[in-house]
């Protein structure tokens, strides 16, 4: 691993502790409080992915969201991040990891503050989207910023399992944190949480963090940044879509075609542009590449099946938001002891295998879910939280610090900005395509099973849109037609669980595959030594602007 960059004369008043670690030694004299700064902003920024789940049905009532609203507030959050995730990369190699920090959190906890008092499902909307944009600029940050204090291997892999434990933490806690909150006070408390943890973090940031840049500062990438959003946001709105516009419909069909279009203007902008958001030759270092894919196939077949998970124990084993929030807490407490272990195992074991471990953990947590009947009962979900615990813990903290390790100081921006991206890509794509494949499954076992039910036409088909529509309208019906609609609406879903969990079993096997096969050989510590040794060169010099250190 590369040294810490070497502060330049500060003024008097600039405190000690917030210039770069000197070379040489374990790092940053302050390393462990700079690692809990981070690891608090991460928390809330992984609490947010996936916080809004268990008020979605609270949402319906108070601001009559309609279900394509839903999808979006659930996935706009995560698009704006990875859309972005390359560019705030590039933000903090040029001007600095500190103040791109710094600029994440004030975005994010004043978004945060003003969904909280949000009056319309399009102000919430836009609130959730600069959340996004925050999390874009403090992800990939304090990545970059733990590769810099931390020059020991040995510590950098502690630190960098605590990292990827709060952000599996902060995934898992969303819904344990949300149905706590939405038992006790209104829906908007589940972004207000955030306000004085951010406000917390800022303030210590401001007096510790130390600043680093990487030495060839490249130009920023607007076109770059611009087609990656437009890209990934046409393809999840197709995603989105299909079950309801049906897969084959012309603008279905027209927004993948779109999305095919902005997505491979993105990589031949990224390969002709001088000075790119994204050099593509980084993915020439097989870690990072393949690492990444890990991370991606991993993320969109847990952070699915977690999506679909809660909606069943919610709307069919009929826990309200507090015990379903309850209820996942085991996930949580499976991450924060699967990642940190996994980390130090990598010390001694290959990542491939680790990260192998992990996808078959996935596989496991799947295929429980997708042969889950409609007699089955907490007992089973159980099992599958803890097997998608030890996934997680296992895919996210091995595989990114491979990444990470792999790395010298001037690509640490960029290439933990890969990461992170791929972190948030693979979730956003996992609430898509997942949750699309149960929608259609769950919209025609429906209207088979309540055929003879002798329900009104209008309200079986507004009962298609979701499980929770159903059963909003179910009260609304006779006693019997209400039951009857019930019914038929909570064995529609765990129908659609079977072909929705299968395909996330599918893409996990497949990571396991990558990881056996394409994944180099040897462990994370290796991997550092060489980075040091030999550095990439994804950038040629002269495309760039030396840039100073702070």
Sequence with gaps: MPSAPSPSPTPASTPAAATAAPPGGKGHPLRWPILAVLCLSLLIVGLDVTVLNVALPTLVDELGATTSELQWLVDIYSLMAAGLMLFAGSLADRFGRKPVFLAGLVLFTGASAVAAFSQSTELLMTARGVMGVGEALIM????????????????????????????????????????????????????????PIGILALLVAVRIVPNSRATVARRLDLAGAVLSVLGVGTLLWAIIEGPVEGWTSLPVLAGFGIAAVLLAAFLVRERTAAEPMLPLGIFAHRRLAIGNILVFLGLLSLLGALFVLVQYLQFVLGYDAGETGLRIAPTALVILVAAPLASFLGQHVGTRWLAAVGLAFAVASLLLLATTSDGDGYGRVLAAMLCLGFGAGFIIGPTSDAIVGSLPEDDLGVGSATNSAAVQLGSALGVA??????????????????????????????????VGAALGIATQLTQQGGHALAEAARSAYVSGMAPSMYTGAAVAAAGILVALFLFPKGRTTDAAAEASAEPLKSVPAQSGRAAGRS
């Design 433 to 466: 395509v997942l949750g699309s494949l149960l929608s259609g499954t769950y919209r025609d076992e429906l209207e088979s099973s309540a055929a003879g039910a002798a329900l009104p036409p209008s309200a079986l088909d507004a009962a298609g849109d979701s």
């Design 140 to 195: 990939p940050a304090t990545l970059s910023i733990i590769g810099a204090v931390f020059t020991d291997p040995a510590e950098r892999m502690k630190a960098i399992g605590l990292w990827s434990a709060m952000i599996g933490v902060g995934l898992a806690m969303g819904p344990l944190v949300g149905g706590w909150l939405l038992g006790e006070f209104w829906w908007g408390s589940v972004f207000l949480i955030n306000v």
